[in-house]
């Protein structure tokens, strides 16, 4: 079974910075694809950027040149640090990973979701 840990989250003035990491545990054989999504109340989950193994990257356009996706392999972590934030990046935010366990099926996981709320 694969678990998925968040940390990060917090409180924030608009302009501010946060860093947010997403860390695997349990028996991870492989993990493919991973990233963040966001979650404002009452919407729907977004996707705000994925990178895959080999490190290639894509992002939402509402936080093109203001959010920065990584992964650590060896780690199995992603991160997302996230600068000049706005009110409207106020949100559950949560990883996601393809990955594998030792049923070797690649399945996506999700965090339990870090909370982001970002004051004006």
């Known amino acids: 079974q694969v678990q998925l840990d968040e940390s990060g989250g917090g409180l924030v003035q608009a302009g501010g910075s946060l860093r947010l990491s997403c860390v695997a545990s349990g028996h991870v054989v492989r993990i493919n694809d991973m990233g963040w999504y966001r979650q404002a109340p009452g919407k729907q989950r977004d996707l705000v950027a994925t990178?895959?193994?080999?490190?290639?990257?894509n992002y939402a356009e509402f936080v093109q040149g203001r959010f920065t996706i990584s992964r650590d392999n060896a780690k199995t972590a992603v991160y997302l640090q996230m600068d000049s934030l706005n009110p409207e990046d106020t949100g559950v935010y949560y990883c996601n990973f393809q990955a594998m366990g030792l049923d070797y099926t690649m399945r996506d996981y999700w965090g339990h979701g870090a909370q982001v709320t970002v004051s004006s």
């Open positions: 990178i895959t193994r080999s490190g290639r990257t």
